[in-house]
């Protein structure tokens, strides 16, 4: 009996260990509480498998009121939203294949009299099929009816609308899901390994030595960056060679530019790894502020859900993100053979956020000699 | 001759807690310069001011001619520095972080090979040189440090309590090194708690809360207490420790072995005349004996009472 009492007094006082140890570490405590709440809000209410107001452009060739009511109506679905009026079919794809829009209605100048005789389709709906949960979606729309001025009675409405996949027509996720690999690996590897990289070296005592020497902070930044671009380079290329022979994702011809591209990506994320490591005490603080980046990039970048269906709020956020851009990149390039001059702005994010990262790595370690 | 570095009014505060207390201090080149104080008197703090690591709150730093912080970088080139916990890659071998020390130190490419192959065979770690730095032991942990603190051949070595953790013999065979180095015109500061490093300094700083509380050659401070110092022996040594204390000539008493250290208060005279008076009723052998580094210290640091006494360390 007083030999169990004795070993619930040790249990017990293992247990009060614990809870001081969680209490005087402050950043543990939090994220305990803020991972659940701030995660489940943000992505509770952000996470929506429902396809809604896909950007979608019009191309009106009839312009009357039979045309302009089949616009409205299949608007009114939600499924689609015209954010733009294109003047040919030719321009409507030009400008899905710059990933400014994800759809697009061409109405053809007899519109009017096709739903009339009821042999073809009244219009054609262009749809990228790079992201296979948006296209599922837009290919619903098959089965909708138009019905002008009339009560809807399904048997004697003709098919109104055909719709046509642009890329990946015969619809393999593969295509859509290996270059989003490519962007959540190099996301993981080159975040974590660099996050711990200044922790561990104060841990060990290391720093202690390094700051007595000559090296001035920048230089220290670039050498600890160096070798893991090495390493990104290689995962880029084990992925893309395996994506090549097991799934037959097209690349070639694009591989340059795809290298490009992975470089400064890579370049990103270990400059975010580096500020993550100059602001973590230790090592256990330094994977919590890696998962808390982590975890949004898997949710919100468009790599388990479709982008163009999250509420604004949720995308801006997801702006911030480099993968969201990595991701609008490399699928650009890789499903729909887009020209890098198109994506100047995702290039130039990319960059930007590499520049200021290191810049603040740079800056707030010769602040934290103490 | 020009001192190698030069202080005035130094201090550094972290937060409320003032480390260094305005502190003044002149320290000549070619010797070994000792601060001895027990843990936490901020002598960690002030050494790692000398060398840029922190920032001084207030006063002026000046080694080797040049200025802190305005002239860190240039300093750094020209001082070792060797932290009290082992900081070198404990995943690399020792050879690894030698050479990795020589290029970020700057050694020229073409002496690099050359310097480390002398260094590993002074301080007889050439057998070793593919073995984990992690993996050797204290002594050879301490030796690599050394080794590779004056790999770019400094002219000022600061040590961070370099021995406190080694044997004896290691620590003896360490301060013979030291003492080829300034013979070869490197001036070394060392901190310590240990007063048996403490004798060995060519000159001592006694610092104490942040404050330096008394400084001189060893020789000289222990030439300079005023008070005097007695051995007693025989069977009541704990009965003769308890009469003695909160006695107000007496300043501390120890117990070494079988016998007790007594230090008089320096205004007693006659001290021994006193003490047999004093202790009449025992049974006790009193004779005067040699003045210590200890009993410097203890006297340095007596405003802190008798808790001065314990905190010396060893």
């Known amino acids: 009996m007083s030999s169990l009492l004795q070993a619930l007094i040790r249990i017990g006082a293992v247990c009060r260990k614990e809870v001081l140890h969680l209490i005087h570490d402050r950043l543990t405590f939090g994220m305990v509480v803020m991972i659940p709440l701030f995660q489940l809000v943000l992505f509770g209410y952000t996470i929506n498998t429902d396809v809604r107001q896909v950007p979608a452009g019009l191309v009106d060739q009839p312009a009357n009121s039979f045309s302009r009511q089949l616009a409205l109506d299949l608007e009114a679905t939600q499924v689609l939203h015209f954010i733009a009026r294109c003047a040919t079919p030719q321009e409507l794809e030009g400008r899905i294949r710059d990933g400014e829009l994800s759809a697009g209605l061409v109405i053809p100048p007899d519109a009017e009299e096709r739903y009339q005789l009821g042999d073809r389709p009244t219009a054609q709906l262009v749809v990228d099929g790079s992201d296979t949960m948006v296209a599922g979606a837009l290919r619903q729309l098959a089965n909708f009816r138009f019905a002008p001025g009339r009560t809807l009675s399904n048997r004697d409405t003709p098919q109104a609308i055909s719709v046509r996949l642009l890329y990946n027509p015969e619809r393999r996720a593969a295509l859509f899901t290996v270059p989003g690999l ?31 020497t000559p090296i001035r902070n920048l230089e220290l930044m670039i050498g600890k960056i160096i070798p893991y671009i090495g390493i990104g380079l290689l995962q880029v290329s084990v992925i893309l060679f395996l994506g090549v022979l097991l799934f037959a994702i097209p690349v070639a011809g694009k ?69 969201t851009h990595f991701l609008r990149i490399i699928r650009g390039i890789i499903l729909r053979g887009e020209p890098l001059t198109g994506m100047g702005a995702d290039i130039g994010y990319l ?9 603040i790595s740079a800056f707030r370690f010769s602040k934290r000699l103490e | 001759m020009e001192a190698v570095i030069r202080v005035r009014g130094l201090s550094k505060r972290f937060g ?8 003044d201090m002149s320290i000549p080149p070619h010797g070994v310069y000792g601060f001895l104080g027990p843990n936490g008197s901020g002598k960690t703090t002030a050494i790692r001011m000398m ?54 130190m700057g050694v020229r490419r073409a002496e690099q090979r050359g310097r480390i192959r002398e260094l590993l065979q002074r301080f007889r770690l050439e057998p070793f040189s593919r073995r984990l730095a992690g993996a050797l032991s204290g002594g050879q942990k301490r030796r690599l440090a050394l080794a590779a603190a004056v790999i770019h051949q400094p002219r000022l070595l600061l040590l961070d309590e370099p021995t406190s953790e080694v044997d004896p013999n290691t620590r003896r065979e360490f301060w013979d090194e030291l003492f080829l180095m300034c013979e070869s015109g490197t001036t070394v500061l060392v901190t310590t708690h240990l007063m048996d490093e403490a004798e060995r300094c060519h000159h001592l700083a006694i610092i104490n809360e942040g404050r330096k509380v008394a400084d001189g050659s060893p020789e000289a401070l222990k030439g300079q207490l005023g008070a005097g110092v007695f051995a007693i022996d025989g069977p009541q040594i704990t009965a003769i420790r308890n009469h003695l204390e909160g006695v107000s000539q007496v300043l501390a008493t ?32 009193i004779e005067p004996a040699g003045a210590t580094i200890e009993d410097v210290f203890v006297m340095a640091t007596r405003e802190n009472g008798a808790k001065g006494a314990g905190g010396a360390g060893r």
């Open chain 2, 51 to 104: 060398c840029g690591l922190l920032a001084p709150t207030a006063g002026e730093i000046e080694v080797l001619g040049m200025r802190i912080p305005e002239q860190t970088e240039l300093i750094r080139r020209q001082v070792g520095y060797m932290t009290q916990k082992f900081s070198m890659y404990a995943d690399l071998t020792i050879l690894q972080n030698m050479e990795f020390m020589a290029r970020i």
């Open chain 2, 16 to 23: 409320d807690f003032t480390a260094v207390d305005q502190v």
């Open chain 1, 255 to 323: 591989l340059l530019e795809i290298y490009t591209v992975c470089l400064i990506f890579i370049l990103a994320n270990l400059t975010l790894g580096l500020m993550i490591s100059t602001l973590a005490r230790n090592q256990l603080a330094a994977m919590q502020m890696f998962i808390f980046v982590f975890l949004p990039s898997m949710l919100l970048s468009g790599f388990m859900f479709p982008f163009v269906a999250m509420p604004r709020v949720a995308r801006q956020l997801a702006e911030v993100l480099p993968l």
């Open chain 1, 182 to 212: 490519l962007g959540v690996i190099l996301t993981m590897t080159m975040i974590m390994f660099t996050s711990i990289a200044i922790v561990r070296e104060r841990e060990r005592g290391n720093m202690e030595l390094l700051i007595a």
């Open chain 1, 351 to 359: 960059l930007g956020f590499a520049t200021l990262f290191l810049a």
């Open chain 2, 254 to 285: 120890t117990r070494i072995g079988l016998s007790l250290r007594v230090m008089l208060m320096p205004g007693v005279v006659d001290g021994l005349d006193w003490l047999r008076e004093h202790l009449a009723g025992f049974t006790a052998g």
